[in-house]
């Protein structure tokens, strides 16, 4: 079997489409589903999307509020993403071309528009960059800090022994060799032994460190 990356749900609409048009999709679909009424108070978010530096194929599009700080965003990160040993982490502009607080306002860099770059653990590194949409006014039911819009469907990531079916565990004694995606048959079989596991997960950070799986769970958007 090859590697596929299955289409991805919109959460405002539910039309499944492709990494690269779900983006173009999104930005017509908030105008539909971001109603302003005099029964309902507006507020300020920035649309933005994130993804993994080295795999496009793991993302997230996020509406964040103006007033939420990057700490906020950290912290969301972790739990939906990344969280394994209590990492430190960090984010900039560009390519570390400067260094930003945990307390800068979200406000404050969705005006600037520019890219920023995130890192997770500085040892056994995720890099993740973060792309600046626009500002969005809305008045949607959902009143978190931060929206989930829409997030990559699980790549299916063949296993390395038989490629016949899908990995669902990593050897991480075999990764250093560029290998170890093992699917359940052949994992029971595997001679490093199951101490040496991981589950796959649908997140940038499978296989790495001690990550083991997702935090949050997705927001029904009304």
């Given at each position: ?13 539910k039309s499944e489409f ?123 039911s959902i009143k978190d ?28 004694e075999c990764q250093w ?46």
């Amino acid at each position: 079997m090859e590697y596929l990356a299955p289409k991805s749900t919109c959460l405002l609409c539910k039309s499944e489409f492709t990494r690269k048009g779900i983006g173009r999709h999104l930005t017509a679909c908030l105008k539909k589903h971001s109603p302003r009424t005099k029964e309902t108070s507006a507020r300020k978010y920035c649309f933005l999307s994130v993804h993994d530096v080295y795999n496009n194929d793991y993302f997230l599009f996020l509406l964040v509020a103006q007033d939420a700080t990057l700490e906020d965003l950290d912290d969301y990160l972790r739990k939906i993403w990344l969280e394994c040993c209590g990492h430190l982490s960090a984010f900039s502009y560009g390519k570390w071309l400067e260094e930003l607080s945990m307390t800068t306002r979200i406000r404050q860099v969705c005006a600037d528009g520019r890219t920023l770059t995130y890192i997770y653990d500085f040892g056994s590194t995720t890099e993740l960059q973060i792309k600046i949409f626009r500002e969005v006014t809305s008045a949607m039911s959902i009143k978190d800090d931060i929206i989930l819009l829409a997030r990559n469907a699980e790549p299916v990531i063949p296993c390395d022994n038989c490629g016949k079916h899908p990995a669902k565990h990593i050897c991480t004694e075999c990764q250093w060799d560029d290998a170890g995606w093992l699917c359940e048959k052949c994992a029971a079989t595997h001679e490093c032994g199951e101490e040496m596991f991981l589950p796959v997960v649908n997140s940038p950070r499978t296989g790495v460190c001690a990550y083991t799986g997702e935090g949050t769970k997705i927001i029904k958007i009304k």
